[in-house]
């Protein structure tokens, strides 16, 4: 498969805990054999695998994780010249890596300083299925596809699960790992470990954050911006807008560093930046990196809604994007249209706040300027 991660040629290494180590890639595989409208007998046959195998890997209780690599790509060849969507044998691999990263948190006692989620700076891609047994939230590829070819027979499961007491487990982990790892080496290790606790549904979750985030030594600009826009992007998730007010209005507004902080961060995050990155210093580049930002307009048009919690943060980056690659309205096609039919119904939403209204509507006045 495609590599694009420190983790992909490390799928068959380790022991993880029975039960716990192919969840997410077998519900990614059993998504593909009902896109194809194959039975699990059939899609064996055609593997020229057991269907025994086939079922253990779709429910987990075999890893496809333990699977060599070679065969890995055998089985992808074989899927692709049956027909799957390639955005789905992209996830597959992401899944693999959620695997191995859920299996390695669920590890007890495993130590704060092997811990691989502070290898790489994760991308949505990853972090999506691996948050899938957290949140219930199918990952972006697996929501756009058609229903099944053939209906389901029986009670299948909608996505990995995982039981109350690993969920717990998992939960734990995220937190000891945020607390113990510290220092400038540790940082990324920390600051994702912050992200995935924000996935907890726990009534102090928001206070342990907040808390989190007072505790942390002081660091240069780059990390009190990671800082705060973690916080915020947890509070947003969980409902609560207002941190996200406050990120945008006294962190970014009028910052040329921290805009640019925020425009490489999302171009990263939804893989429009070329490389993975092994730390968080590229987001705190002085200017936007050498992407087009085609992609970056795609993501945030989708995410235009009034009612989502990053509907203010996706606006001011739409607005701080087109400041910064004006050319994307010119060339942004399908997207350039749905922002030019979509601006003007948003300014009619009667509850935005006055910094997203001036901002919407200087991207309707981009768009005119793009259309003249």
Request: net charge neutral.
């Amino acid at each position: 498969m495609q590599s694009n991660s420190p983790l992909t040629l490390h799928a068959g290494r380790g022991r993880p805990a029975k039960g716990r180590s192919g969840i997410v890639s077998g519900s990614v595989f059993r998504v593909i054999r009902e896109q194809l409208g194959l039975t699990q007998d059939e899609l064996a046959e055609q593997l020229r695998l057991s269907t025994d195998t086939v079922a253990g890997w779709e429910s987990g209780r075999r890893a496809l994780t333990a699977v060599p690599v070679g065969q890995i790509l055998i089985y992808r060849h074989q899927l692709m010249r049956l027909g799957t969507v390639p955005a789905l044998l992209l996830a597959l691999e992401r899944a693999m890596e959620a695997d191995v990263l859920l299996a390695s948190a669920l590890e007890d006692g495993a130590p704060v300083d092997q811990n691989p989620l502070g290898a790489w700076v994760m991308q949505r891609d990853l972090v999506e299925v691996l948050a899938w047994p957290l949140n219930g939230v199918a990952p972006t590829p697996l929501r756009r596809l058609p229903p099944p070819a053939r209906p389901r027979r029986g009670p299948v499961p909608t996505g990995p699960e995982l039981s109350a007491a690993d969920r717990q487990r998992f939960f734990s982990q995220m937190r000891r790992t945020a607390e113990e790892a510290r220092g400038a080496d540790a940082f990324l290790l920390r600051r994702q470990a912050l992200y995935l606790s924000g996935y907890d549904d726990q009534v102090d979750t928001a206070d342990w954050l907040a808390h989190q985030q007072r505790t942390e030594r002081p660091g240069g600009w780059l990390t009190n911006w990671l800082n705060s826009r973690s916080v915020a992007a947890v509070a947003a998730r969980q409902g609560d807008r207002e941190y996200m007010g406050h990120f945008i209005s006294r962190t970014l507004h009028d910052d040329d560093a921290a805009e640019a902080a925020n425009l490489n961060y999302w171009a990263y995050w939804i893989g429009e930046a070329p490389h993975i990155q092994l730390s968080d210093d590229f987001i705190g580049s002085p200017s936007p990196g050498p992407w087009s930002g085609h992609k970056l307009m795609d993501h945030l048009v989708r995410g235009l809604t009034p009612d989502h919690g990053f509907f203010d943060l996706n606006v001011h980056t739409l607005w701080t994007l087109l400041a910064a690659r004006p050319n994307v309205l010119r060339s942004g096609g399908a997207s350039a249209r749905t922002l030019r039919d979509r601006v003007p119904v948003m300014l009619d939403e009667r509850e935005l706040s006055a910094r997203t209204r001036r901002e919407l509507d200087a991207i309707r006045y981009a768009i005119r300027l793009a259309e003249a």
